[in-house]
């Protein structure tokens, strides 16, 4: 019957949807620690549900032209996962897509990056980061509420960052969450055993005892990923390795603080960080863009 068909082509779409945006929660992260124990939370109660993707389609625009000045709009909204998530959020696959049509557009003068997020996982970061470094255009990043982590990682390859007054900036980090679940199953009378090829293929299985030569091992991935955040950020924000590394403790700080210690260049609203984008970007129709690159260095 056709209500049939139509029921079973819905729920294997559905199926194939969540085994994609599960890939996506996996792994390493760069967020916020406040906001991800309230997602999970949020999740385990219910109160947090998927949106169910029958289809995942590219949306038909992948950034926004504002005006006649030729300015693009690529946001970075809730937290960042490499593909599409049914949690919602900005995939790093699709920014960079945005990006690259920005680069081709002839339109586009400048791009203008709102961010409120805090941050997301490794994965697709770096991609994202080094594409907003390359852009051969203008790039303002300016941070609404939030620009934490992996969002700050992004932020931190464009010519310019603004924040909000009220606007938390920073995070600088990564890490993993494992859980040990041997005490648990020992009281179910459970005992897990793991055959496997390597003294590490096991780790992290969950009933077994997680040992402090695991821990350091894991600790050891999540600081060779970090070191690749570091540099980006001390690449990015013209800073010395030393001073990044005073940055990346994890704290956020309001805006004003996190200007008077380099991490943005200016607290402004949103609507004066775009009026001095578009400022910028009107001679550059018959200027050199090493004029509209001065112009950039003189706001800093």
């Known amino acids: 019957m056709p209500g049939n068909n139509l029921s079973m082509n819905l729920t294997i779409k559905w199926d194939a949807s969540m085994e994609r945006c599960a890939a996506q929660h996996f792994g390493f992260w760069c967020i916020e620690p406040t906001w991800f124990s309230q997602a999970v939370s949020a999740i385990r109660a219910g109160e947090w549900e998927p949106r169910i993707q029958a289809v995942s389609q590219p949306a038909a625009r992948e950034y926004y032209a504002t005006d006649a000045n030729g300015v693009a709009v690529v946001p970075i909204i809730g937290q960042i996962t490499k593909g599409e998530s049914s949690y919602g959020g900005t995939s790093s696959v699709r920014t960079r897509r945005a990006l690259q049509l920005a ?3 002839n339109r586009v003068k400048a791009i203008f ?5 805090p941050g997301g996982t490794v994965a697709g970061t770096s991609e994202l980061a080094r594409a907003v470094s390359a852009s051969e255009k203008p790039i303002f990043a300016h941070i609404e509420d939030l620009g934490a ?6 932020a931190s390859q464009a010519d310019r960052i603004t924040a909000d007054s009220t606007a938390e900036v920073g995070s600088i980090g990564t890490m993993a969450v494992v859980q040990d679940f041997s005490g648990k199953a020992a009281m179910e009378g459970v005992k897990v055993h793991v055959i496997s090829t390597g003294a590490r ?5 969950p009933g077994t005892e997680i ?3 695991q821990l350091e091992q894991l600790q050891n991935r999540v600081n060779d990923l970090n070191q690749f955040f570091l540099e980006a950020v001390a690449d990015g924000r013209g800073q010395p390795m030393a001073t990044v590394e005073e940055w990346a403790t994890g704290e956020v700080w309001i805006a004003e603080k996190a200007k008077e210690r380099g991490l943005i260049d200016s607290v402004s609203t949103l609507e004066q960080s775009m009026g001095e984008l578009r400022a910028l970007v009107r001679p550059k129709r018959t200027a050199r863009a090493s004029i509209v690159q001065a112009q950039i260095d003189l706001l800093k």
């Open 113 to 117: 990056m709102p961010i409120d997020s």
């Open 201 to 205: 293929k096991g780790d992290f299985v």
């Open 211 to 213: 040992k402090p030569e």
């Open 103 to 105: 680069q081709q557009d």
């Open 149 to 154: 982590s992996a969002a700050y990682w992004v």
